[in-house]
């Protein structure tokens, strides 16, 4: 007796660990080759899989963009917990900094290569502009309570926005400078800098929140 099919394919589950994979490869040609390089099969010959596997785990590039986004954005978060990990005030912040920028053990070069090509992208791409930019925010909104509890400043305070945009801005050059010019950076240099670039910040900052309560006490 021949037993009627049941009209499946067979086709492989929706799993998130095929999908991390993908990811996976995704960064992996982005670092190599850019965006422009990472096309479906380039992709799915990374990951060792036929190239009809990105299609059936993700509905387009973009929606794999956004993954890895997520991906990025997992990542920062894991490392900034382990280097904070028995820290507080101006380490804290000093750990948030290193976790993006330093060198060492942890070193996650893919994350930092595939985070510049998709700022690059942001700017002409409005689905990928909403992916990066969610990131964003979910690091600044780490970002400023550090900054605030590092100086004392109420963290909604214009000194702690000014700070905090000056260090996002100073990071986002790192990176587009490590991927598109990376001589013009000394190796090593970048976690250093922006550490006394952020010192420099907090004592301006202590400055001029000094300055406000004397006059606002010379007219009492």
């Not at 920028?101 to 502009?129: I, K, Q, S």
């Not at 970002?143 to 260090?167: F, I, M, N």
Request: glycine share 8%.
């Amino acid at each position: 007796m021949i037993k009627k099919s049941s009209g499946r394919r067979g086709r492989p589950p929706n799993t998130p660990e095929r999908r991390a994979q993908l990811v996976e490869a995704l960064m992996r040609v982005i670092a190599r080759d850019g965006w422009a390089g990472a096309g479906t099969r380039a992709i799915a010959a990374e990951a060792g899989l036929a190239p009809g596997l990105v299609h059936y785990h993700f509905r387009n590039k973009h929606e794999l963009l956004v993954a890895l986004a997520d991906e990025l954005s997992r990542r920062g978060s894991a490392r900034f917990a382990a280097r904070r990990a028995g820290t507080s005030g101006t380490a804290s912040l000093y750990a948030f900094l290193d976790a993006n920028l330093a060198r060492g053990e942890d070193e996650d070069t893919l994350a930092a290569a595939c985070w510049a090509e998709l700022g690059t992208l942001a700017a002409h791409d409005a689905p990928v502009r909403r992916a990066w930019r969610a990131v964003l925010d979910a690091r600044r909104a780490v970002l400023r309570p550090l900054v605030a509890e590092a100086t004392g400043w109420a963290a909604a305070s214009r000194q702690v926005t000014d700070a905090c945009a000056a260090l996002d801005a100073a990071m986002e050059g790192y990176f587009v400078l490590s991927r598109s010019a990376p001589d013009l950076l000394p190796a090593g240099s970048a976690a250093a800098s922006l550490r006394a670039m952020a010192a420099g910040l907090l004592a301006h900052g202590e400055d001029t929140h000094d300055r406000v309560v004397r006059r606002r006490a010379r007219r009492r």
